[in-house]
C-alpha cells in the first residue's frame, strides 16, 4: 500500500514537472519567435540544456539568415530606386530635344534647310535614345548573370580593328589623328563582339575628351600571362580624386557636364572584362591627357599563325 502511494506521488511529480517543463520550453520558444518576426537580437548565452540549447541555437541561426536575406532585399530596393532615377535623368534630355525639334518640324514657314537641319538633329537624339536604352539593358543583364557569356582565344588584332572602324568617322570629323604601334598579333581570352564594345567605348571617349587635332594612341604589350592593350589621348585628363569614381555607374565629372554622355560606358566596360577574367585601370593627367589599359588573359601562348579569325 505504502509502495503504491510513493508511485503515485512520484507519477504526479514526474507529470506535473512535464507539463512545467513543457511550459517553459513552450514560453521560450514563443518569445524566440517574437524576436525573430520583430527582428530582436536573440540572447542565448543563458541557455545550457543539451537539445533545447541546441534547438534555441537553429532558430538563432534562422534569424541571422532571414536578417541577410531582408538586408540584401533592401540593398536591392534601393539600387533598383537609384537605377529608375538615373534611367529618368538619362532620357530627359533626349525627349525634351526631340520635343523641341518636332515644334520646330511642325512650323509650316520653316525654310527646306532649316527641316533638314531640324531632321538631322531628331534623328541624333533617337541614335542617343537607342544607344542609352541598349547599354542599360545590356548593364542590368550582366549585372544579374542574364546573358550567357561564352569568351575563347581569338585574335585581338580583328577586335581592335572592328572598334577602330566604329569610331574612326567621329575621329576624322574631329580632325584626330590615330597612332597604332606595330604588334604581333595573338589569341587573347575574350569575346569579340563584347570587347569591340569595350574599346568602341574608350575610343569614343578619347574621342571626345580631346580637342580638335588632338591625337590617340594604342598600344599592344604582350606579358606572362596577360597582354595589354593601351588606348591614350592628349585630351583634357582626369583629375587624381576622380579616377576611383570614373568607374561608376553614370558617375560623371562637373567638368565635362557641358560634353554629351551618359555615364555608362566605363562601368559596362568594367562588367564585360570581369566577365572575361580581364581588367581595367587608368592613368591620367590632368590637361595632359589619359591612358586607359585593358588586361586580356593570353591564350596558351599561342602565336597569330594559329589565331582564329
Known sequence: MVINIIFAVLLCFTVSFGIYRNRKT???????????????????????????????HKIHRIQEVLGKQIEKAEKEKEQVKSLVSNMSHQLKTPLANLSVYTDILSSRELEEKKKEEATEKIKKQIDKLDWII????????????????????????????????TVYEKMEKKEITLAAEPYEDILLYHNRKWTVEVFVNL?????????RGGVIQIKVCPYEMYTEIQIADNGCGIHEEEITEIFK???RSREVEHIEGSGIGLYLSKLILKKEKGYLVVKSVYGEGSCFSVFLQNFRGESLQNCKN
Open 249 to 251: 555607374r553614370f558617375y
Open 26 to 56: 513552450y514560453r521560450l520558444m514563443d518569445k524566440l519567435l517574437d524576436c525573430v518576426l520583430s527582428q530582436e537580437k536573440i540572447e542565448i548565452s543563458d541557455i545550457k540544456e543539451g537539445e533545447l540549447s541546441a534547438l534555441v
Open 203 to 211: 575610343l569614343e571617349n578619347a574621342v571626345k575628351y580631346t580637342d
Open 134 to 165: 541598349g547599354s542599360l539593358s545590356k548593364m542590368v543583364k550582366l549585372e544579374q548573370d542574364v546573358i550567357a557569356f561564352d569568351a575563347e582565344g581569338i585574335s585581338i588584332r580583328k577586335t581592335i580593328l572592328d572598334a577602330i572602324d
